[in-house]
């Protein structure tokens, strides 16, 4: 043995002689060399570029470093709709990228790549052995969240829309709401009722009723495809709101995810209802053609809407469909924010920052789907393909406008379309914000800013709010608004 190192076996350490007691300091060089290059190929994934990600992944940059947001250069890759993508996607897969790797909130590669619509990206994590839904179930078996369909009993239907079906259940005694694809819901009616889990009235015509004709999401597509798309949006949804909790958000219990049934999810219960039709149901007991809501109760309700949005741009996740009718309220009259269906991670973007995000071909169709969301639809969203976060800025604004002069946004309009067509031919109408309380204008029209990078974040709408609670009592407020309005 070395002179330096027989001492240091016999407890006897010599100062000046050498020993591997200390590990060698890495040198800042070195640090900033790693970080260089895993940026490089951060953009390299993010852009499609297969020439530089291989030069990149040769040089044993590191497949598997994180970003900011736990993201790995597979998910970059997996949410990039340029040509290069899926070449991309292959290389970093043969270079030991995991598949299965989860960002900050729970995301992973699979996930980001049914998100963006791109198929050949989605056959490529396919052909490595990796499946949505078994992805899924795992990441629930490990989380608790695993649901059995004998585990709850559904109820009455709530509501449909053009692609889901919403009904209430009993949950281990307990009230809760349970989602699945309309497209699918025959199917969850009869295996259900077999498995003596269903406490409905249907007699065989109600269920062959089931049958009837369904509305399609897009004409042009087959009804396996339909199904298709619905379920995966289905499954994001379920993603996304497992990995989300917030006291202004609708509670994810849990997901059933058994190979025999559709995908369903299940969530706390809201009572009331949803803000939309609570409207609805005001005007009609006032017997009103207009009604707005105390100004202290627009005030609460804007003020947990804003928490909601700060929270979801925080991860960074935009809602894209935020609505009086994705606006849920419990039995004490509290706002809580729901439906993620067509939500979107924010893609990462080295030239322009973090929080833009380009949308894909197929998100203006999904996000156009049903009369009201026409309404609430920022006009970035009809023109361009790229738009950020500020598109829940304007529809929150649009919210307000309605919660404060009691009138839904473009009211003037024949029909809602028109509003879409007039975005197209560029021009940007707004409702008249003088029909709004006069203190909350100019945040209004701050919010639905013709320009959308000089809209407020919503963090800042919190601040202003917060302020505005914090200098005068609610009742206060409310006589103050109501003399000067």
């Known amino acids: 043995m070395s002179g330096g190192f027989l001492p240091v076996l016999l407890g006897h350490v010599d100062d000046h002689a050498p020993t591997q007691s200390k590990p060698i300091q890495e040198p800042d060089e070195f ?17 499609g570029d297969p020439v530089n990600a291989k030069r990149l992944l040769l040089a044993k940059v590191d497949a598997n470093s994180k970003d900011y947001g736990g993201r790995t250069p597979l998910h970059l890759a997996c949410g990039c709709e340029f040509a290069g993508a899926k070449e991309v996607v292959q290389l970093l897969l043969d270079h030991g990228a995991d598949a299965n790797a989860l960002d900050k909130i729970g995301m992973t590669p699979m996930d980001i790549s049914v998100k963006t619509g791109n198929r050949s990206i989605r056959k490529v994590l396919e052909a490595s052995g990796v499946e949505l839904q078994s992805a899924l179930e795992q990441k629930a078996r490990e989380s608790s969240w695993l649901l059995k369909s004998s585990d709850f009993k559904l109820r009455k239907e709530l509501g449909n829309t053009l692609k889901s079906v919403v009904h ?103 009572p009331k209802g949803d803000l939309e039709h609570y409207l609805f149901d005001m005007r009609r007991k006032k017997q009103t053609p207009h009604y707005a809501p105390p100004l202290w109760q627009t005030l609460e309700w804007s003020l947990a809407i804003a928490r909601a949005l700060a929270f979801l741009h925080n991860f960074p996740v935009v809602h894209r469909d935020l609505k009086p009718l994705n606006l849920l309220l419990t039995k004490t009259l509290d706002v809580k924010v729901t439906d993620f269906g067509i939500s979107k991670i924010m893609a990462f973007r080295p030239e322009e920052g973090p929080m833009n995000m380009k949308r894909a071909n197929s998100s203006l169709s999904t996000m156009t789907l049903g009369v009201g969301t026409y309404t609430y639809m920022a006009p970035e969203v009809v023109r361009t393909h790229n738009y950020t976060e500020k598109v829940d800025i304007y529809s929150f604004a649009l919210i307000m406008f309605y919660l404060s002069s009691g009138k839904r946004p473009f009211y003037t309009f024949a029909h809602p379309s028109d509003i879409l067509d007039r975005f197209v031919a560029g021009a940007e109408p707004r409702p008249d914000a003088g029909e709004c309380h006069k203190v909350l204008r100019p945040l209004i029209q701050e919010c639905w800013h013709k320009k959308s990078e000089d809209r407020p974040s919503a963090e800042d709408i919190l601040v202003t709010l917060q302020e505005m609670k914090a200098t005068s009592s609610w009742c206060g407020l409310s006589k103050v608004f109501k003399s000067g309005r």
């Open 168 to 270: 209430l259940a009993d949950w281990n005694g307990t009230t809760v709401v349970v989602k699945c694809i309309k497209m699918k819901h025959r199917v969850v009616m009869k295996k259900l009722r077999k498995s003596q889990s269903l406490c409905l009235s249907l007699d065989n015509d109600e269920l062959e009723a089931l049958d009837g004709p369904t509305e399609l999401m897009v004409p042009t597509k087959s009804e396996p495809e339909i199904v298709q798309a619905c379920t995966e949006e289905l499954l994001h949804e379920i993603q996304l709101l497992s990995s989300l909790r917030h006291p202004d958000l609708v509670l994810f219990l849990g997901a059933c995810l058994e190979p025999d049934l559709p995908a369903m999810f299940v969530t706390e219960y809201m």
């Open 31 to 47: 640090n900033a060399k790693v970080a260089d290059d895993n940026f490089q190929l951060y953009q390299a994934c993010a852009s």
